[in-house]
């Protein structure tokens, strides 16, 4: 158990749907980092909170949205799903702001039908 | 378990060998670089990391060479065991930037 929290682990939905992934972080740790992996494209990164704040965003496409809360938790939001969305989504958490060996969970898995 | 399905480069060793995993990177701005394990169905666990003005880091079983005038990376897994069969990602920041993943490379250890 690597102390950061996903839930659910597995998600089945039908396009054009809205779906919400959550992530609480190890304990002590103030950022949230979201990645997307799919086939053929490796961990792609989305977006970043840091103690409640956006911090950095990647290749996040509009239909996605995130926010991390007073607790620490993070969720991320994608609406009118494509099948193009089926991918596994990682969160990972670090004390500080910066990138240092961060840890992940063990992702969500969603596919899209 | 889950398989991550990407279409990887494949390394292929025996048991008890010395593995090399390569890696090229591509932001000569770069200064932290890490490896990742990524078992079949979880999710990519912390291995080594290097910082850019060391060039060699070695941990249990493992050393990270680093390369900057190439711009190039290595893990090396020394005594491979089954236990070691998953894909290896490197990855590499600038400041505080988040971490960019390269493909990965699957490695499998034949007994």
């Known amino acids: 158990d690597s102390g950061v929290t996903q839930t659910p682990k597995h998600l089945i939905t039908a396009t054009g749907q809205r779906v919400t992934l959550r992530c609480s972080p190890r304990?002590?740790?103030?950022?949230v980092y979201w990645y997307q992996q799919s086939l053929d494209q490796g961990l792609q990164f989305l977006i970043q909170y840091y103690n409640g704040e956006e911090r950095a965003k990647g290749n996040i496409l509009e239909r996605f949205s995130a926010q991390q809360f007073p607790d620490l938790h993070s969720e991320l939001n994608l609406s009118s799903l494509e099948l193009g969305d089926s991918a596994l989504y990682f969160c990972a958490s670090s004390v500080e702001g910066a990138p240092y060996g961060y840890t992940f969970g063990s992702g969500t898995r969603l596919t899209v039908v | 378990g889950e398989s991550v399905g990407l279409h990887l480069p494949t390394l292929s060793v025996q048991e008890g060998d010395n593995s090399i995993i390569n890696c090229a990177y591509s932001n000569s701005a770069s200064d932290y670089f890490i490896w990742y394990k990524q078992e079949s169905g979880k999710g990519p666990q912390f291995i080594i990391d290097i910082r850019s003005n060391m060039d060699k880091r070695q941990g249990q079983r493992v050393t990270v060479l680093l390369n900057k005038t190439v711009k190039h990376l290595s893990l090396q897994i020394a005594a491979t065991q089954p236990g070691d069969s998953a894909v290896y990602f490197c990855?590499?920041?600038?400041?505080?930037?988040?971490?960019?993943f390269g493909k990965g490379t699957r490695l499998s250890v034949i007994a």
């Open positions: 304990s002590g740790d103030l950022s």
């Open positions: 990855a590499e920041a600038s400041g505080n930037t988040p971490l960019v």
